[in-house]
T-cell receptor, first 111, second 117 residues
Framework: GDSVTQMEGPVTLSEEAFLTINCTYT??????LFWYVQYPGEGLQLLLK?????DKGSNKGFEATYRKETTSFHLEKGSVQVSDSAVYFC??????????FGKGTRLSVIA | DAGVIQSPRHEVTEMGQEVTLRCKPI?????LFWYRQTMMRGLELLIY????????DSGMPEDRFSAKMPNASFSTLKIQPSEPRDSAVYFC???????????????FGPGTRLLVL
């Protein structure tokens, strides 16, 4: 079945550091790919998405590119802020099936 | 729009009691999902509905759990009897299907934090 594997956390970075959170997937079809973010005490919210190969999703300085050849959708941000501290979930949606989430990666950014 | 609304936000109960969690999806959305989140197991999909009809409840852990959606604007998740291992954060999410898609972008509520003593 479909699955998402993302890097284990927690990840701790200093403010203004470069962030990469790796995500790879396995899917039977041609899925859409997502990054969701969960801030402390809140539900998940969509951060960005990409629906076809080579698409780049971007939002709030975060970017991720849909790489079909490597089945990856790595999340990047050039300069993280303390306010980016959260748990980040990679997810995929194969048409006709529910969203499949990775286990989440906790990011802590220290000033 | 108010977003997905869940109640209560926190619930503390004793083992053996019945617990009912409530969800109001975003108006017009046709999919509704119930998730459970724990440190050990992460985010688990319990059940989802399309147009008020349960589509897949294979994630419901056991017969003590049941979910209903009597109309497009309301759903409940009930645990009877509750056990300490049911302690978790329960999220409701909704989405809107559109042409060629399945309703991929889900909007989550703030969750209900359940503690069963």
């Amino acid at each position: 079945g479909d699955s998402v594997t993302q890097m284990e956390g927690p990840v701790t970075l200093s403010e203004e550091a470069f962030l990469t959170i790796n995500c790879t997937y396995t899917a039977t079809g041609y899925p859409s790919l997502f990054w969701y973010v969960q801030y402390p005490g809140e539900g998940l919210q969509l951060l960005l998405k990409a629906t076809k190969a080579d698409d780049k999703g971007s939002n709030k300085g975060f970017e991720a590119t849909y790489r079909k050849e490597t089945t990856s959708f790595h999340l990047e941000k050039g300069s993280v802020q303390v306010s980016d501290s959260a748990v980040y979930f990679c997810a995929l949606s194969d048409p006709g099936t529910p969203l499949v989430f990775g286990k989440g990666t906790r990011l802590s950014v220290i000033a | 729009d108010a977003g997905v609304i869940q109640s209560p936000r926190h619930e503390v109960t004793e083992m053996g009691q019945e617990v009912t969690l409530r969800c109001k999806p975003i108006s017009g959305h046709d999919y509704l999902f119930w998730y459970r989140q724990t440190m050990m197991r992460g985010l688990e999909l319990l059940i989802y509905f399309n147009n008020n009809v349960p589509i897949d409840d294979s994630g419901m852990p056991e017969d003590r759990f049941s979910a209903k959606m009597p109309n497009a604007s309301f759903s409940t998740l009930k645990i009877q009897p509750s056990e300490p291992r049911d302690s978790a954060v329960y999220f409701c999410a909704s989405s809107l299907s559109d042409e060629g898609a399945w309703g991929e972008t889900q909007y989550f509520g703030p969750g209900t934090r359940l503690l069963v003593l």
